[in-house]
């Protein structure tokens, strides 16, 4: 399995971007999948997962500005950031739950930076 990130980029605080995650490979291994993040000097932390039948959760700090979705005709998890603030500024990873075996798929990360 390879999941490929993409769509950061440097945006304005109240901004807005999309993030998405395509799944390649074998695919049907794939479950829940996931946004995590890492700011600067900071661990990795949850963001928004979503499970194969579409119901989400979310990290206070992003509840009401960011929503995740997936397309699973398109093997693609979306992160929609609305209201983007300086603190979003990380760098973005999606995550699929391998259901066949306690592994976890990251894809290679992109950037976020908004600025204030």
């Known amino acids: 399995v390879q999941l490929q990130a993409s769509g950061g980029g440097l945006v304005q605080a109240g901004g807005s971007l999309r993030l998405s995650c395509a799944a390649s490979?074998?695919?049907?291994?794939?479950?829940?999948m996931g946004w995590y993040r890492r700011a600067p000097g900071k661990q990795r932390d949850l963001v928004a997962t979503?499970?194969?039948?579409?119901?989400?959760n979310y990290a206070d700090s992003v509840k009401g500005r960011f929503t995740i979705s997936r397309d699973n005709a398109k093997n693609t998890v979306y992160l929609q950031m609305n209201s983007l603030k300086p603190e979003d500024t990380a760098v973005y990873y999606c995550?699929?739950?391998?259901?066949?075996?306690?592994?976890?798929?990251w894809g290679q990360g992109t950037q976020v930076t908004v600025s204030s």
């Open positions: 995550k699929g739950r391998d259901s066949y075996a306690p592994y976890d798929y």
């Open positions: 490979g074998d695919i049907f291994r794939i479950d829940d």
């Open positions: 979503i499970t194969n039948g579409g119901s989400t």
